[in-house]
């Protein structure tokens, strides 16, 4: 019963965060099954001194980045369908096309703002832990976070007048 | 500790890096940060503009989710449960009374006895505080940052 709760609580984090970063359901999966595996060699020995959501994170954060390092970019596979069931066709066509496009702009970030993006901006990780989980500053954090918003409003503005 | 000051260029850079919703920044500033933009709201409004339109295409993204079945794999590969090791120990039992299958009449006074063993092991077993209180299953609530599987379920109901 407590394996269950640790695994539903961070197992969907951990895999979200391998695939934005690595663009594969299945080496996103790889990943999680990897960082879990550490996690339950280590639990024996664990000390309070880190929350486990910022150590998986971490864990995950560099099995992706060796995996990257190992392989040429690729293009990020297309997003599962999931149906904005509560809305009006033509507003979840609208919600769809635009979470497709800010995707894509995303994918075209450098690794680290994209890191940094998707751990504060979509699974909300407060400043401490974000910058813990990619073993980087808060200040070094910050500057990716808003080099990666900049980069993403100029993109979206010079696409509005084209 | 939060911050109780801060300036202009401190809350543009807030805005600038974690969105215009004020939840999004960081605790020990925000309260303080609110309380500026509260006070001088038409310095930030272009700042907020333009970080709200991004904000909403972040909502808009749809989160991907994992397969159905990578948590049962995840589970498979977790450290059995004390019931479960119970089970390997009746294994080991069973193959110390039975080291080359049955062996009747010979055994049986001796299986008895063990089986008999066993059936009170497990039952005084079973008496025992549940599975989420022994020691592992303990360090695991613990690397969750809680002090027991209570204070877990307090926290899970409060979050729904």
Known sequence: MAQSALVNRHMPVVWRVAFRMLGDRQEAEDVTQETFLRAWKMLPDWEARAKFSTWACTVAINLCRDRMKKKAPVLMETLPEREAADLPPDQALHQKQAGTRIQALIDGLPERQKEALTLCAFEGLGNKDAAAAMQVSVEALESLLSRARRTLRQALSEGQQE | ?160
Request: net charge negative.
């Open chain 2, 1 to 160: 500790m939060s911050r109780m000051d801060t300036t202009d260029e401190r809350v543009l850079e807030l805005i600038e890096a974690y969105g215009a919703s004020s939840m999004s920044w960081p605790e020990d500033e925000r309260e303080a940060a609110e309380a500026h933009l509260a006070a001088h709201p038409a310095r930030f409004e272009a700042a907020l503009a333009a970080a709200r339109a991004l904000d909403s295409l972040f909502d808009a993204d749809m989160a991907p989710e994992p397969g159905p079945l990578l948590a049962e794999r995840i589970l498979a590969s977790a450290p059995r449960p004390a019931s479960q090791r119970h089970s390997g120990l009746a294994a080991r039992i069973g193959r110390v009374l039975t080291p080359n299958g049955r062996r009747w009449p010979a055994g049986a006074a001796l299986a008895s006895l063990g089986m008999g063993l066993f059936a009170g092991y497990t039952a005084s077993a079973s008496s025992l505080p549940p599975a989420y209180e022994t020691e592992a299953e303990n360090v695991v609530y613990g690397a969750l940052g809680y002090d027991q599987f209570d204070t877990y379920l307090e926290e899970e109901m409060l979050d729904e």
